[in-house]
């Protein structure tokens, strides 16, 4: 008997629950359950109050704790990334597994306002907002033009400015407060990065992460988590713009597990019988690779050479041998 999955669908900023809705009807349509709260000051119509990030977490944590929610697939888009770190350490043993989209992924004591310039994609004067800490960078309202130009760039320029009508403003408070994410680093919950491949938001001036989301912010979770990257195409708004491509994905990246990245292996052009053999004698961690190679026992003297050079990273090790 097929058991469905339960997921929790976590938006980003200027953006509500309600924007999950045909994502939610997919995977609804396969067998699964989903929910997708709204952040508090997020709500359509509500007036723009600055709640401080301390506020918002709590809400999300009390509904979530309210509906008795367990054993879910917690997916974060964008600026909800660090709203699922937070989350996952004040409740793990209620996650099954994280899912970043195109998402931020901060490490302890930073903000989202530390990777973004105070001129962001050159924003007009009359748009932006004052310096106040509450209002900093993050306008009231997303500009049309910074929409139509980042945002949902694969779709005809219609369906762009129907979209931009559905977003609600956004208080700043929340963006320039820090978050204490010391023990999220020291959870053991499976982690899978999807990476939208035509997602051009983070390349933009006033971005700070020059690397993208993937390997940007992907490459921050490490070794300290069961990881997995998943590509897929699309924009920065999959989940309006591609919504069932996206539902397929979030299975996807869901059902990973250590045969999955094995299958992988065996299917691309890397074709190493000793590292096939030792995923398939262990559970696979990502620091199983990681020790047979600085051990030497891999005796592959081009990827050893690279690492001694420090021009191949562990991270990039592994990617290597999942795509």
Same mark, same amino acid.
Request: net charge negative; with cysteine.
């Given at each position: 008997?097929?058991?469905?999955?339960?997921?929790?669908?976590?938006?980003?900023?200027?953006?509500?629950?309600?924007?999950?809705?045909?994502?939610?009807?997919?995977?609804? !349509?396969?067998?699964?359950?989903?929910?997708?709260? @709204?952040?508090?000051?997020?709500?359509?119509?509500?007036?723009?109050?600055?709640?401080?990030?301390?506020?918002?977490?709590?809400?999300?944590?009390?509904?979530?704790?309210?509906?008795?929610?367990?054993?879910?697939?917690?997916?974060?888009?964008?600026?909800?990334?660090?709203?699922? /770190?937070?989350?996952?350490?004040?409740?793990?043993?209620?996650? !099954?597994?994280?899912?970043?989209?195109?998402?931020?992924?901060?490490?302890?004591?930073?903000?989202?306002?530390?990777?973004?310039?105070?001129?962001?994609?050159?924003?007009?004067?009359?748009?932006?907002?004052?310096?106040?800490? $509450?209002?900093?960078?993050?306008?009231?309202?997303?500009?049309?033009?910074?929409?139509?130009?980042?945002?949902?760039?694969?779709?005809? +320029?219609?369906?762009?400015?129907?979209?931009?009508?559905? +977003?609600?403003? *956004?208080?700043? *408070?929340?963006?320039?407060?820090?978050?204490?994410?010391?023990?999220?680093?020291?959870?053991?919950?499976?982690?899978?990065?999807?990476?939208? @491949?035509?997602?051009?938001?983070?390349?933009?001036?006033?971005?700070?992460? !020059?690397?993208?989301?993937?390997?940007?912010?992907?490459?921050?979770?490490?070794?300290?988590?069961?990881?997995?990257?998943?590509?897929?195409?699309?924009?920065? $708004?999959?989940?309006?713009?591609?919504?069932?491509? +996206?539902?397929?994905?979030?299975?996807?990246?869901?059902?990973?597990?250590?045969?999955?990245?094995?299958?992988?292996?065996?299917?691309?052009?890397?074709?190493?019988?000793?590292?096939?053999?030792?995923? $398939?004698?262990?559970?696979?961690?990502?620091?199983?690779?990681?020790?047979?190679?600085?051990?030497?026992?891999? /005796?592959?003297?081009?990827?050893?050479?690279?690492?001694?050079?420090? $021009? +191949? *990273?562990? /991270?990039?090790?592994?990617?290597?041998?999942?795509?």
């Amino acid at each position: 008997m097929h058991m469905g999955l339960q997921f929790v669908l976590i938006h980003g900023a200027w953006h509500h629950g309600g924007h999950w809705d045909k994502v939610i009807k997919e995977l609804e !349509r396969g067998g699964h359950k989903a929910y997708a709260p @709204t952040l508090l000051g997020n709500e359509p119509g509500a007036q723009r109050i600055n709640y401080s990030l301390k506020e918002r977490i709590q809400h999300l944590r009390d509904d979530i704790v309210k509906r008795n929610l367990t054993d879910f697939v917690l997916v974060a888009h964008s600026a909800g990334g660090p709203y699922a /770190q937070e989350l996952a350490q004040l409740e793990p043993e209620r996650i !099954r597994q994280l899912v970043f989209l195109s998402a931020f992924v901060l490490k302890d004591g930073e903000s989202i306002r530390m990777f973004c310039l105070d001129n962001r994609l050159g924003i007009p004067k009359h748009e932006r907002v004052d310096r106040s800490p $509450e209002n900093f960078l993050f306008p009231s309202k997303l500009p049309m033009e910074w929409w139509l130009k980042a945002f949902v760039h694969t779709v005809d +320029l219609e369906t762009r400015k129907a979209l931009h009508a559905t +977003l609600v403003s *956004q208080g700043g *408070q929340a963006f320039a407060d820090c978050h204490d994410l010391k023990a999220f680093y020291e959870l053991k919950i499976p982690v899978t990065y999807i990476h939208i @491949t035509n997602d051009i938001l983070p390349g933009l001036p006033g971005m700070k992460s !020059r690397e993208g989301w993937h390997p940007g912010f992907s490459s921050r979770l490490g070794t300290n988590f069961n990881f997995n990257v998943v590509k897929m195409d699309g924009d920065h $708004e999959v989940m309006l713009t591609a919504p069932a491509s +996206l539902a397929r994905t979030l299975i996807e990246a869901s059902e990973y597990q250590p045969q999955t990245l094995i299958k992988k292996s065996e299917a691309t052009e890397y074709q190493d019988p000793t590292i096939l053999k030792n995923l $398939e004698a262990t559970e696979f961690q990502p620091q199983t690779i990681l020790m047979k190679v600085e051990a030497c026992e891999y /005796q592959d003297p081009t990827i050893l050479k690279k690492v001694e050079a420090c $021009e +191949l *990273q562990p /991270q990039a090790l592994l990617q290597h041998i999942v795509d």
